[in-house]
């Protein structure tokens, strides 16, 4: 008889489209080789051209959902997604707070321009969910909210920004900048490790956040240490990058191939 199987669990809010959200992080679970579980926080009204609205799922279903599955299944690393709430963010830190590994992706405005995380529950975000994060996986606008500092501040300083509110490591990505790379900074108490790669020229790029968020979160319940977790997820990100830049879903901003890998074994 084997042991129990290890599981990722995502709690995050349900992208109908399929590119963001936990059908991302469900699909990136899945290639990556690992069981996946989801906690619904929001069903949203959107697609491949933006949100068009958000429904927050009730607190107590919310709980229940988180309860039952931490109670059941052998949860070993979380990743945490869109919160739309103060109380949520409140009930989400109280119910993780002794998780294996926590990944915190701080989801705060879309793309499109819709605020998915309300001004009021970003003190929230800092003060209760980041410092229990192994891994706080901002781009560069959510640490410039989170830090107070301008986004085109030095990567070094925003990541030790953000470091003094006391998440184990900080995942600054580098996708929103300009220039022929996109380079991440990975920022932990013993210092600063560049993952380097060159930007992918594609406008396919909905759901890359949720996605290396999930595929850092899958690499550690399968065991890796966060620096290869890190190093494991952004690579699978640029194979689902280089390959989605092909492929056309939808009318607007499509996804990127979370199945890439199934498919080059099936082909």
């Not at 990722?8 to 080789?33: E, F």
């Not at 069981?35 to 619904?40: H, K, L, R």
């Not at 996109?182 to 920022?187: A, M, P, Y």
Request: hydrophobic residues 45%; proline residues 6%; glycine residues 10%.
């Amino acid at each position: 008889m084997t042991g129990r199987e290890p599981v990722v669990l995502t709690v995050a809010g349900s992208d109908p489209s399929g590119g963001a959200g936990i059908q991302a992080d469900l699909k990136t679970a899945t290639a990556l080789g690992a069981y996946a579980a989801t906690v619904v926080t929001a069903v949203t009204v959107q697609d491949t051209t933006g949100v068009r609205a958000v429904h927050e799922v009730p607190l107590d279903v919310v709980r229940g959902q988180l309860e039952v599955v931490l109670e059941d299944l052998d949860v070993r690393a979380v990743k945490v997604g869109m919160l739309g709430s103060p109380a949520l963010v409140e009930l989400v830190a109280e119910l993780l707070a002794d998780v294996p590994a926590l990944v915190v992706d701080p989801v705060m405005v879309s793309t499109s321009g819709h605020r998915l995380l309300p001004r009021d529950a970003e003190a929230a975000l800092r003060d209760l969910l980041l410092p229990s994060a192994t891994l706080v996986t901002p781009n560069l606008p959510e640490a410039s909210v989170l830090t107070g500092l301008a986004a085109q501040t030095d990567p070094g300083e925003l990541g030790r920004a953000l470091l003094a509110l006391e998440p184990g490591a900080v995942l600054l990505k580098g996708g929103h900048g300009d220039g022929p790379a996109s380079d991440d900074l990975l920022v932990d108490r013993r210092g600063s490790t560049w993952f380097r790669a060159p930007r992918i020229d594609t406008p396919h790029t909905h759901g890359t956040g949720c996605t290396l968020s999930a595929a850092v979160a899958t690499r550690l319940a399968l065991g890796d240490p966060l620096a290869d977790a890190v190093g494991a997820a952004k690579a699978y990100l640029g194979e689902a990058l280089a390959s989605g830049a092909a492929r056309q879903v939808g009318r607007g901003r499509g996804p990127v191939d979370h199945l890439v890998r199934l498919r080059e074994t099936t082909a």
